[in-house]
Nanobody, 126 residues
């Protein structure tokens, strides 16, 4: 199983970025997927989650209205569209997958996730 995160980069405050997480080696449609992030000197933080079919989503409060998580099961990929970026969004972003029932809640706990990507760095300058 492999999760490949990409799309990070250096941007200015107010800019947008789109992160991608491409999965292989698993039945992707059976997994909910989340994005977590870790800034320098900070704890790992839940950012957003999406259910197996894409209809259910969850966000941490301070990205609501700015970030949008989506998925394409045919492409075995999850995306995180990040708009109105702020310097405090600077972090390494990781995607993670968790096998779930269709009706299961979306976990924000990193310990519940089985597979992790390698991370992609987002740097937002002021």
């Amino acid at each position: 199983v492999q999760l490949q995160a990409s799309g990070g980069g250096l941007v200015q405050a107010g800019d947008s970025l789109r992160l991608s997480c491409a999965a292989s080696g698993l039945t992707f449609s059976r997994y909910s997927v989340s994005w977590f992030r870790r800034g320098v000197g900070k704890e790992r933080e839940f950012v957003a989650a999406i259910g197996r079919r894409g209809g259910d989503t969850e966000y941490v409060d301070h990205v609501k209205g700015r970030f949008i998580i989506s998925r394409d099961n045919d492409k075995k990929s999850v995306y995180l569209q990040m708009n109105s970026l702020k310097p405090e969004d600077t972090a390494a972003y990781y995607c993670a997958a968790r096998a779930t029932l269709v009706t299961a809640y979306l976990s924000t706990d990193a310990d519940d996730y089985t597979y992790w990507g390698q991370g992609t760095l987002v740097t937002v300058s002021s």
